[in-house]
């Protein structure tokens, strides 16, 4: 029972562009939503987060944005550059995130020069 | 760096053995966790600390144990191996109890043969 889905394992985009690492839940009393970047040999590193009181939150280049009713969440990356290139995780929880993490299984994003 | 340390990196053993994984948590956090992550899996949450004390459980099997000390360093003791028991074995730590992004080890990678 995958509560937290990401249902794209790949994806490749061109230097410059944008990249949307799409993310869906099932539960609803996920409140708290938050993506890691993992690359090779190392841990998840934390990227940015959402509560679910925003629909959108904004750090530099990436961008979450949060549909509730859909129950949805993108992470934007704007422009996209070559050290992009990880796995990228979706994570939920409850109780505004004192709640155990429930994570996605991960999309691979490739960024070509 | 995340400033999480876990050792060893590797760890090669075989099946019906015991191991202990360490962790030392960022400096000033009290919670520490525990992940598994399967091949192809996302990372699945085993066991939580908050300064010393159990706080949640995940899908931790009964042959899987770990504790958090004083100096708030946390061990993971994996025995009766088992081959599906070969994973990587992440840790994590935050500030508060299950507040606030999770800050990663580059965990510790366990093959049972």
Redesign the interface.
Known sequence: DQQVKQNSPSLSVQEGRISILNCDYTNSMFDYFLWYKKYPAEGPTFLISISSIKDKNEDGRFTVFLNKSAKHLSLHIVPSQPGDSAVYFCAASAQGGSEKLVFGKGTKLTVNP | D?G?T?TPKHLITATGQRVTLRCSPRSGDLSV?W?QQSL??????LI?YYNGEER?K?NILERFSAQQFPDLHSELNLSSLELGDSALY?C?SSVG???????????TRLSIL
């Open positions: 995340s999480v876990q966790y992940y192809d899996q996302g990372l699945q949450f939580q949640a995940g992440f994590a109890d299950g507040l606030g992004p999770q800050h990663f080890g580059d965990g």
